[in-house]
């Protein structure tokens, strides 16, 4: 019996549609299965589960697929299952997703693992739509390598599979995987989808490739993606991430209208790393001229401007007004950002009250900021107390050795410098390797620290002393605190020379990476070291051009002798 048409029941109140469900005496279990979907929907959810209680015995795996999805991203979707398999009835590929989806929400990895070997042996693990879930729940938990196995055990991916695995990879920093994933997927012939684009376009955020981000740019115009607000955000992302913030801005304002807060916040963001607090300031007003409330990521875009600026004592206004003018909870990176300019004007005492008085347990991020301050500071006694502070939560780290140990090698305190050397044995913690990479003509070519490794090595290192020599005549003098060895000035000279960015400057400048008049691109996965900085003002000047280096924490632009930083990273 038809009791209401489709056109009817659109809009109406669920309870409403239950009244008539009752005088027509449906006995059509059909029916009662949309009802419980559509009263979980309207958050009513006890009239879903009064609804199911009632249902005829035993329940079929519709009703419980019902219930179970209707109560997504609860742990009572997960009780549900449990139930179900008393009756027992065993799930579906619909079922597994939904309980794949709650796992990730409530972080219930163990029940996720004994979810995945219950559809591994129901042969269900393979199904395409199980194993898009699957591959969004590992992505989540951190798990990427969990990820591709599951992707490719898959029989028959669909673009829904390759979407989700380019996701995973780019949200767990798998960037040039991410990548080479896209573009399996189009050389299979699977159509991109606005998740794998947006995807895409983080990971090459992330590799600050403005190359990929062009060519992603072209497929999302090709693909008529171009009006979509998720990929508009990935786009201002991506460039805002390669350091074009020209180009981040362009797009942003070409579909301004549909912009929503995501994307403002990714250009705040891009500005941000370019310590450009005037821009992000002014976007910050125009946002609120359209109506749109900032929230916590818009905060911390100001924060990290005006720290990257040396603004610090701007900081601590901004942060007032987040919580006073905004009503905005402070996470623990407004926190970080706080403590680390506190701690960079010199009031380490109070750096450390904010610390021990913040409404959680501080992280080792919170310490790294205020070993970073020591750093900067040349506070070599604060600087070897904050390593211990870092080094008792995360033992491993290697950032914490590395900082102390420049601090306490620009002091001459050697003897601390091999009892760090000792802790780092004794603790088996892995440095580091310092990577630098430039592409040239969408291929990147990556740089270590006296690599030879390249196929054009000799003609690299011949065009860098060549460079090196040129600067030196203009003034350069080596900051030799960088290195940590207490050696002969002229081994201590020569071990900076050939670090990883120095390398990869060299090779962009030899195959001629960027047309006349157009910057160096350098990238680099830790902080630039002083020396490579000091270089790099003088080689602007020899080479006539602009250098931009994106490190780990910033931009930096380097034209006509002066980088935009201001020497306070």
């Known amino acids: 019996m038809v009791w209401c048409d489709e056109k009817e029941k659109e809009g109406m109140d669920p309870r409403a ?7 027509s005496e449906s006995k059509d279990r059909a029916v009662w299965n949309k009802l419980i979907t559509n009263y979980s929907k309207s958050n009513l959810s006890s009239y879903a589960r009064s609804l199911f209680h009632h249902l005829p015995r035993p329940p079929n795996v519709v009703s419980w697929s019902a219930l179970i999805s209707g109560h997504s991203n609860t742990l009572f979707s997960l009780r549900h299952f449990l139930a179900m398999l008393r009756y027992p009835t065993l799930p579906n590929h619909r079922i597994l997703a ?12 163990s029940f996720a693992l004994s979810l995945h070997s219950l559809a591994f042996k129901l042969a269900l693990a393979r199904n395409p739509f199980t194993a898009s879930s699957l591959l969004s729940l590992y992505s989540k938990f951190r798990m990427p390598f969990s990820a591709r196995k599951v992707f490719d055990d898959i029989p028959h991916p669909d673009n829904v599979c390759f979407s989700a695995l380019v996701i995973a990879l780019a949200q767990n920093s798998r960037s040039l995987d991410a990548l080479s994933v896209f573009s399996d997927m189009a050389r299979r012939g699977f159509a991109s989808t606005i998740h794998s684009v947006s995807g895409g376009l983080r990971a090459a955020g992330q590799l600050a490739s403005l190359e990929q981000c062009k060519m992603m740019h072209a497929h999302v115009i090709v693909a008529g993606f171009d009006t979509s607000v998720v990929v508009g955000s990935a786009l201002v992302n991506g460039y805002g991430k390669a350091g074009v913030v020209s180009d981040a801005r362009r797009v942003f304002e070409d579909s301004l209208s549909d912009m929503n807060i995501v994307a403002w916040n990714a250009l705040m963001a891009a500005y941000a790393q370019q310590g450009d607090y005037k821009s992000a300031f002014e976007l910050f007003e125009s946002m609120e001229g359209c109506r749109l409330v900032p929230d916590g990521y818009s905060f911390l875009a100001i924060l990290t401007a005006l720290c990257n600026a040396g603004m610090f004592r701007q900081i601590d206004q901004w942060f007032t007004r987040m919580i006073v003018n905004y009503g905005l909870e402070p996470s623990l990176e407004h926190c970080t950002c706080l403590v680390g300019a506190i701690a960079r004007t010199g009031e380490f ?3 450390e009250r904010v610390v021990l008085n913040m409404p959680f347990e501080p992280d080792a991020a919170v310490w790294r900021a205020l070993l970073s301050a020591c750093s900067y500071l040349g506070e070599a006694d604060r600087a070897w107390y904050m390593a211990k502070r870092v080094l008792e939560l995360e033992p491993h780290d290697p950032f914490a050795y590395i900082v102390a140990s420049n601090v306490l090698s620009s002091v001459g305190r050697w003897d601390d410098v091999a009892e760090l050397r000792k802790m780092i044995k004794d603790r088996r913690a892995k440095k580091v ?3 630098s990479w ?12 006296a690599d030879w490794k390249h196929k054009r090595s000799k003609e690299i290192y011949q065009k860098l002393q060549e460079l090196m020599g040129d600067i030196e005549k203009l003034g350069y003098v080596p900051v030799l605190d960088e290195v940590l060895h207490n050696v002969e000035e002229e081994k201590r000279k020569e071990a900076l020379w050939y670090h990883s960015e120095k390398l990869a400057v060299a090779f962009g400048v030899l195959c001629g990476s960027a047309l006349p008049g157009k910057p160096l691109r350098i990238v680099k996965n830790l902080r630039i070291c002083k020396d490579c900085h000091e270089a790099f003002k003088y080689m602007t000047r020899v080479l006539e051009r602009e250098i931009i280096v994106r490190d780990v924490n910033r931009y930096h632009r380097f034209v006509n002798g002066n980088c935009t930083c201001r020497d306070t990273w």
């Open 17 to 23: 549609m239950h009244a008539r469900a009752i005088r």
């Open 98 to 109: 939904s309980l794949f989806e709650s796992c990730a929400t409530v972080s219930a990895l």
């Open 349 to 351: 005492d109070r750096a």
């Open 433 to 435: 390797i310092g990577r």
């Open 438 to 449: 430039i592409e040239v003509q969408g291929e990147v070519h990556v740089f270590v620290a």
